[in-house]
């Protein structure tokens, strides 16, 4: 897989090791720098406008959810593009509505390899030969 153009500095909020790690294993081979929070408010904490290019959260994070960090972010105009990560349980029609509304992308769990990447690329405005 080429390396995007830049180092986009991705942060990735997830209180699940194996996910993390498998974001991490994923995409740092094709030149992103991942940084990693177990929390929502790790999150909020490292997080500053223009410091990464690209968040992926869990829905059910403990100590603010993803979905409430989505909703701070986009409540003080902040426009990152955002992946939200979501269980199989949840109700999808919910999740959908909320993704159009606060302008998230939304990644199915369990997901593969190419799911990732393709969900990274998208969001981040990627376009890469088949």
Not at 35 to 50: C, F, N, S, T
Not at 108 to 118: D, H, I, Q, T
């Amino acid at each position: 897989m080429p390396a995007p153009r830049s180092a986009a500095r991705i942060l990735v909020g997830d209180d699940e090791t194996q996910i993390c790690r498998l974001v991490r294993d994923v995409l740092r081979p094709s030149g992103y720098d991942i940084e990693v929070g177990r929390d929502g408010r790790q999150i909020l904490k490292k997080y500053h406008p223009g410091d990464y290019s690209l968040l992926i959260l869990d829905t059910l994070l403990v100590q603010h959810s993803g979905l409430e960090v989505v909703m701070k972010l986009r409540d003080r105009g902040d426009g990152v593009p955002i992946i939200l990560m979501i269980g199989p349980r949840k109700e999808p029609d919910r999740v959908e509505t909320f993704a159009f509304s606060y302008r998230v992308h939304v990644l199915r769990k369990p997901f593969g390899v190419a799911e990732l990447r393709e969900a990274v690329d998208r969001a981040l405005g990627i376009s890469r030969p088949d």
